[in-house]
């Protein structure tokens, strides 16, 4: 597997993507919020992977792109708050369909604008550089990181007496 910083990222956008579809297709409610569920855990360490690795990388690497990336910061907190308000629903509720729609819009809309507008910038003015490499690597073993470290927090959850 590539570890290309921008060939991670391409993939995991497929990945939640194919969440968003399931999640379309799905009527039942219970299923629904199961898939809320992972596409909101995903968009977690994806967000933050891009948040404090790539972002950041390229910001000091390719300084003309800073409009897009902030943008992009500015995109990702949107995102933020349209997830807090899902969790604040039940599956069950009348619009908690709707909600989630709107939060895929929104990421459909920042996964279109990294892909199409500034991946193909940085590609462009890096090429196959091992930077790129480097941050993949990084950003694989901050997820896998943050993975572990989020399963656990669950578990406590469940175990702790209420
Ligand atoms: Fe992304
Ligand atoms: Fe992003």
Do not use: C
């Not at 790539?54 to 409009?67: E, G």
């Not at 308000?85 to 369909?97: C, D, G, H, V």
């Amino acid at each position: 597997m590539s570890t290309d910083a921008l060939v991670v990222l391409k993939e995991d956008h497929a990945e939640v993507k194919r969440l968003f579809r399931a999640f379309e297709k799905t009527d039942d409610a219970a299923k629904r919020g199961e898939l809320a569920e992972q596409i909101i855990f995903k968009l977690k360490l994806h967000t933050e992977v891009e948040n404090t690795i790539l972002y950041p990388q390229i910001l000091k690497t390719l300084p003309d792109l800073k409009d897009e990336i902030l943008e992009s910061y500015e995109e990702h907190h949107a995102v933020d708050l349209i997830i807090a308000e899902i969790e604040k629903l039940k599956p069950t509720a009348e619009n908690f369909e709707a909600r989630v729609t709107v939060l895929i819009e929104n990421v459909e809309h920042h996964i279109g604008e990294e892909e199409d507008e500034w991946f193909p910038k940085v590609r462009k003015a890096l090429g196959r550089d091992e930077l790129l490499q480097e941050w993949g690597e990084q950003m694989i073993s901050k997820m896998q990181e943050m993975q572990s470290g989020l399963t656990v927090d669950l578990t406590e959850e469940v175990n702790t007496p209420r």
